[in-house]
């Protein structure tokens, strides 16, 4: 018997196992992968019966045929084929009846690499969850132990700032306790991020006064605010029940972060807070939140890396900044786990916002009427848009040169006046506001820095002198 198209070289050449054969179990053919697989000759194997080549599947009749399972045909099975040495293989078989009567065709696909492929996966995921588990339980240990003489440091910093009298020894210590809230703030990130990664982060459902919140929130970064002379504003829905049920560590927590980030990035205009309820089903609430800025933006490029674990925009920025880069890819899990999503707006240079949902619940009235504790706040963003565009979204060089100049004038005059708190906080925003490739001028901006940071009259003013002559030179007269 002739099969003209399985002798073509289409069949020869296909990476496919092919075989046919017949009720009785006899091979008919068999192509050239077929016999390279299972190392037989050509002549060998159309000698062979598919009870020798398919153990499990083939097996003998009671009349000396070939039984098997006919429900296979045309539909896949995962089986083995026994090469001539007996050894064996995986392969995907499908079973197609020919047009003749009787005559059947097998196509085999060998998985080995497939199985082998899928085991070492398997094996690698395995060492990657005992290498998790081993960093995540040596994160924890490292975090409690840092924790400890942290905890140390501020008791004793405290109990001194109690015994001494001193101005200048009072602010080291105030500057050694800063340190220690941030070495604080640094330990919980990591240790948020170790139970995160391991699936051992829960989040807490309370009842807690939202409206309570809020003023937290807001009085936690009033005065850095207030010290770097931005514009805030706060706007919060009415709607918002009072008394809602959730996890309000977290939400400050993300809130804070947030903050944080807007205050540290915006050296002059604004910060912009709106609250508001989008939808209540029952006794589920989706509250959305806004976190507004004019600080130094992100380019479209940027985006996608800025809820990356340890990962920040730009070195430069940890460098003159500060920050693990853990803060936003906790919060994207954070938001995520209240069943809501975090988006950013931003252009490099015009500031940014950000914006999240999360999903909360209340057994109060939706039309309960809330104290209007927020009143008081100018709702700036409102008012800008009325006025017919934003002051501060476009924030170029030759602001930032207006902005040097205000913040040098107002220096000078802090420094005559001793205001020390004020000037360190002026001249800090100066350092960040110079963006130059003037070596000079960096370094002589970081001593004046140091001069009043020593509350040194003579020193500082004559380095202030020293940065307002170079700055002249670069940008004007100041």
């Not at 960093?135 to 001494?164: K, M, S, W, Y």
């Not at 999240?356 to 209007?372: A, C, M, P, Y």
Request: glycine share 6%; with cysteine; hydrophobic share 35%.
């Amino acid at each position: 018997m002739e099969f003209e198209w399985l002798n073509s070289c289409i069949a020869d050449e296909t990476i496919e196992l092919v075989l046919v054969f017949n009720e009785k179990g006899d091979i008919l053919f068999g192509n050239q992968s077929a016999v390279q697989k299972l190392e037989y000759d050509k002549e060998e194997l159309i000698k062979c019966s598919m009870m020798q080549i398919f153990r499990q599947d083939f097996l003998e009749g009671d009349n000396g045929g070939q039984t098997f399972e006919k429900e296979t045909l045309e539909s896949k099975k995962e089986t083995a084929m026994y090469r001539k040495n007996s050894s064996c293989f995986p392969v995907n078989i499908h079973i197609i009846p020919s047009r003749e009567a009787g005559i059947y065709v097998l196509m085999a696909e060998d998985i080995s690499r497939q199985k082998d492929m899928n085991a070492r996966i398997r094996k690698l995921k395995e060492e990657e969850q005992e290498n998790q588990k081993a960093r995540n339980e040596f994160t924890a240990n490292v975090t409690h132990e840092l924790r400890t003489p942290v905890n140390g440091i501020r008791g004793h910093v405290t109990t001194l700032l109690d015994q001494i009298q001193d101005e200048e020894q009072r602010k080291t210590l105030d500057i050694i306790l800063y340190c220690c809230d941030n070495m604080s703030a640094i330990i919980n990130n990591i240790l948020d991020f170790a139970k995160l990664e391991s699936g051992k982060f829960t989040i807490d459902e309370k009842e807690f006064d939202f409206y309570k919140m809020m003023d937290r929130v807001i009085a936690t970064h009033s005065a850095e605010i207030n010290k770097k002379e931005l514009r805030f504003s706060v706007d919060v829905d009415e709607k918002i029940p009072r008394l809602m049920i959730g996890d309000e560590l977290r939400i400050v927590q993300i809130l804070n972060n947030l903050m944080s980030n807007a205050i540290k990035f915006t050296m002059v205009g604004y910060i912009n807070i709106v609250v508001s309820k989008t939808s209540q089903v029952n006794d589920e609430i989706e509250l959305f939140f806004m976190v507004r800025d004019s600080g130094i933006g992100i380019s479209q490029a940027e985006k996608d890396r800025l809820f990356q674990s340890f990962s920040q925009v730009d070195a430069s920025i940890t460098r003159r900044f500060g920050g693990t880069g853990l803060g936003l890819a906790i919060t994207k899990q954070l938001i995520e786990m209240m069943q809501g999503s975090i988006h950013l707006e931003s252009e490099k240079g015009k500031g940014s916002t950000f914006s999240f949902s999360v999903k909360l619940r209340t057994n109060q009235s939706i039309n309960e009427n809330n104290d209007k504790i927020y009143g008081a706040w100018a709702n700036f963003a409102k008012e800008e848009d009325k006025k017919g565009g934003d002051v501060f979204t476009s924030f170029g060089e030759i602001d930032k040169n207006e902005e040097l100049k205000k913040r040098m004038d107002k220096l000078v005059l802090s420094i005559e006046l001793s205001a020390w708190d004020k000037a360190e906080m002026l001249a800090a925003t100066i350092k960040t506001l110079i963006d130059t490739d003037n070596d000079d001028l960096k370094k002589q901006v970081l001593r004046m820095e140091m001069a009043i940071r020593k509350s040194n009259y003579e020193k500082s003013m004559d380095m202030y002198e020293k940065v307002k002559k170079l700055l002249s030179e670069q940008i004007g007269e100041i």
